[in-house]
């Protein structure tokens, strides 16, 4: 990793993308910038993302994907008409951020493609790993666990070792302007994150009512899309049961909510498949720390192949977790002497 490399950051107009393309250029880095459009409300982030590379005296590329982006959208609303909850940033990781754009990238002589991730890629024996983030309440390794594996010496990731508070100081430092701006919240296709208005938009078929049981079998009552549930869910669903009640299930066979009791929504193990491996797949069963979303802590548990090629696998949790979601990824987490290395994910199934 030398300077004068010429690398790509995809920069979004926000805070960490912006430090990420003037820390790299500080480093003797040479610079171009990414800016995707992926919806109609884009024009903001646009100018922000213009400014700053204006003012680094770099050249922004702006690419506007919202066809392709329709491919996330696509899956994004496929999935919760099986029944499950989809993670598109995940998704978007692989096929979009570290795929067309580093295909953007790689065709105009980029050596790196770069983004303001808040995770780690460090080399052992000379091969890439993919880490958490030097401070774990800001770690995004989780929505990277899906790129391929030969991606990793491709990509630069210079926020894996700052602290988001450092983040802002240093863009206050830099200049940059931005350095006030909130983080996005929501997702990028969603700016006003209802994603139930999205879904009844593009699927109409979803909005159709169906009976909320209990895990006996019991009617509760109805609902009105199971597109407005997911696993774990507890408020919002309408229905008293006399102790607190949560979504331990929905069939979409059926057109049926399940719900339980807390108990009921603890569970001790699921399979998950397209299992992507960032190390070399193992052959036997291993021990490690899974995430089964974004914002959870992880917990220690057996991961153990399943078929010659590892496309899936069965964990076994030590203790039991709460609300495992189908749609969402489950992350496999290794502990060594660098940190917590990213052995590979799935999706839950």
């Known amino acids: 990793m030398t300077s004068g490399e010429h690398v790509f950051v995809a920069m979004s107009g926000g805070v960490d993308s912006s430090v990420a393309a003037a820390l790299l250029q500080q480093q003797g880095y040479h610079c171009s910038g990414l800016f995707m459009i992926t919806n109609d409300q884009a024009q903001a982030n646009q100018s922000d993302a213009q400014k700053v590379a204006e003012q680094l005296g770099i050249e922004l590329h702006v690419l506007d994907l919202r066809g392709e982006f329709e491919r996330i959208i696509r899956y994004f609303c496929d999935e919760y008409a099986a029944g499950r909850t989809p993670n598109p940033c995940v998704y978007c990781n692989r096929y979009i951020k570290f795929g067309l754009l580093w295909d953007f990238a790689r065709e105009r002589g980029a050596d790196r493609i770069v983004t303001g991730h808040y995770a780690r890629i460090l080399y052992e024996n000379g091969a890439a790993g993919l880490y958490e983030a030097t401070n774990p309440q800001k770690d995004q390794s989780y929505v990277l666990s899906m790129i391929p594996r030969e991606r990793l010496e491709q990509i630069l990731l210079p926020l894996g070792s700052h602290a988001?508070?450092?983040?802002?100081?240093?863009?206050?430092?830099?200049?940059?302007?931005?350095?006030?701006?909130?983080?996005?919240?929501?997702?990028?296709?969603?700016?006003?994150?209802?994603?139930?208005?999205?879904?009844?938009?593009?699927?109409?078929?979803?909005?159709?009512?169906?009976?909320?049981?209990?895990?006996?079998?019991?009617?509760?009552?109805?609902?009105?899309?199971?597109?407005?549930?997911?696993?774990?869910?507890?408020?919002?669903?309408?229905?008293?049961?006399?102790?607190?009640?949560?979504?331990?299930?929905?069939?979409?066979?059926?057109?049926?909510?399940?719900?339980?009791?807390?108990?009921?929504?603890?569970?001790?193990?699921?399979?998950?498949?397209?299992?992507?491996?960032?190390?070399?797949?193992?052959?036997?069963?291993?021990?490690?720390?899974?995430?089964?979303?974004?914002?959870?802590?992880?917990?220690?548990?057996?991961?153990?192949?399943?078929?010659?090629?590892?496309?899936e696998v069965q964990v076994d949790f030590d203790e039991p977790v709460s609300a495992i979601t189908p749609g969402q990824a489950a992350v496999f987490y290794l502990e060594n002497d660098f940190g917590r290395q990213i052995a590979g994910g799935g999706w839950i199934r």
């Open 164 to 311: 988001k508070d450092q983040t802002r100081t240093m863009a206050f430092e830099m200049r940059l302007h931005i350095e006030q701006k909130p983080d996005s919240q929501e997702i990028c296709f969603i700016p006003d994150d209802n994603h139930i208005g999205l879904l009844e938009e593009r699927r109409p078929d979803l909005v159709r009512s169906g009976k909320v049981v209990d895990s006996s079998g019991k009617i509760l009552g109805e609902h009105t899309g199971l597109h407005r549930f997911t696993i774990g869910q507890r408020r919002g669903l309408g229905i008293a049961m006399g102790q607190p009640a949560y979504v331990i299930g929905l069939d979409p066979q059926t057109n049926t909510v399940i719900l339980g009791s807390k108990e009921e929504v603890m569970a001790s193990s699921l399979r998950a498949v397209g299992v992507n491996w960032l190390i070399d797949p193992p052959g036997q069963t291993i021990h490690g720390n899974i995430k089964i979303r974004y914002n959870h802590p992880g917990a220690p548990g057996k991961i153990s192949p399943l078929g010659t090629d590892a496309n």
